[in-house]
């Protein structure tokens, strides 16, 4: 289908029935083209749920992250920007993360601020314990250290640092562990 105005009933009509891979490779055709808001809008989140369901969250997160961007509301702009924070988290790209949050937390009110740092701490605490139900330690010594960084109650900067007390010492990290060590003591 390559028409000049493409809409979002002929996106639609044209991912009916069609395999993931096929469906990602047309509507990565279909986004480089000249398209009206609301198709271009369809078509990233059609790319996003196919990326998603592929568990290919980098991808997913960067899309979000442009759809957040073009995003006529402020609360639609937050509610993209943390849904890319989330698959960002997933993919283990927190560098990635950092930057959809810096964009959330820039146009975002005063309580929608606390309501952002919360989702996100939960994004990081319940990645960190994927990662270790997977057995990915290295993964969720990352995703702690990550979430020691941001403001945690003195309850849960003691659950996160018992959490990584342990992985220290799985991993072999004695150094880490004995400094982490000191400081909880002291």
């Known amino acids: 289908m390559e028409e000049k105005g493409i809409t979002r009933i002929d996106v639609e009509k044209n991912l009916q029935g069609r395999g993931d891979y096929v469906k990602i490779d047309y509507l990565m ?46 609360k639609g702009k937050i509610q993209d920007y943390l849904k890319s924070i989330e698959l960002f988290v997933w993919a283990g790209s927190f560098a990635e993360a950092d930057i959809s949050y810096t964009k959330c937390i820039g146009i975002a009110s005063e309580s929608e601020k606390i309501f952002v740092k919360d989702k996100v701490k939960d994004y990081y605490r319940t990645q960190a314990k994927n990662f270790i139900g997977k057995g990915k330690r290295s993964h969720a010594m990352e995703a702690f250290e990550k979430l020691l960084t941001y403001d945690l109650s003195l309850e849960e900067k003691r ?7 342990e992985l220290y ?18």
């Open 29 to 74: 055709r279909v986004l480089k083209r000249d398209l009206d808001f609301d198709t271009r809008k369809f078509a990233l989140i059609k790319l996003i749920g196919v990326y998603e369901s592929k568990k290919m969250f980098l991808e997913a997160g960067k899309l979000m992250r442009i759809a957040a961007d073009i995003n006529t509301t402020f």
């Open 159 to 165: 659950k996160v640092n018992e959490q990584l007390l």
């Open 169 to 186: 010492g799985k991993l072999g990290k004695i150094r880490e562990y004995e400094m982490l060590k000191r400081s909880m003591n002291s």
